[in-house]
């Protein structure tokens, strides 16, 4: 994998995001999702949002190995990339140290989204809403609006 020079999203991939993260957030629990993407030279397309089997409390969720092991291979076998993991939180939005270490992605310059007021969040400036982070040397970095804004495109 490398920079991701462009990640293009559709509208209705992030709409159905926010209702399944905000169905979690109506049992005050996190919600965690997956977006996959195919690959064009340095453009990337998310084409799907998976919401693996994941065990949730109102401030964390944990995905089985036996799940995550069954994801990769799902990728694997349709040859997609996991672009973006996704999770809610109760109020505001940042990586924990639990975040850092329970991440389901590992790949250099993979994206962890976080999403605050369990989706509860305006859609119209919505990646202003999101707080973006970036695996990069092994650590996740907060990316700038700015960054994120370069980065993502909302597909209407
Ligand atoms: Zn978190």
């Known amino acids: 994998m ?43 397309q ?9 065990e949730n409390t109102f401030i964390s969720y944990y995905i089985p190995e036996t799940e995550v092991h069954r994801i990769n291979v799902e990728l694997n076998k349709k040859r997609i990339v996991p672009i973006a993991q ?20 590992h790949l250099p310059y ?8 369990y989706g509860d969040i305006e859609m119209s400036n919505i990646f202003d809403e999101f707080v973006v982070y970036q695996l990069i040397d092994n650590i996740w970095k907060e990316r700038s609006k700015e960054q994120v804004k370069k980065v993502f495109k909302l597909l209407k």
């Open 2 to 44: 490398n920079v991701f020079e462009e990640i293009f999203v559709p509208i209705n991939i992030l709409k159905k995001t926010i209702k399944k993260i905000r169905e979690f957030g109506d049992v005050s629990t996190e919600g965690f999702a997956l977006w996959v993407a195919s690959q064009h030279l340095n453009k990337y």
């Open 46 to 54: 998310v084409i799907d949002v998976w919401i693996p089997i994941q």
């Open 86 to 105: 996704l999770h809610s939180h109760p109020r505001s939005a940042y990586h924990s140290c639990i975040d850092d270490d329970f991440s389901i992605l």
């Open 110 to 117: 993979s994206y962890s989204i976080v999403i605050p007021n």
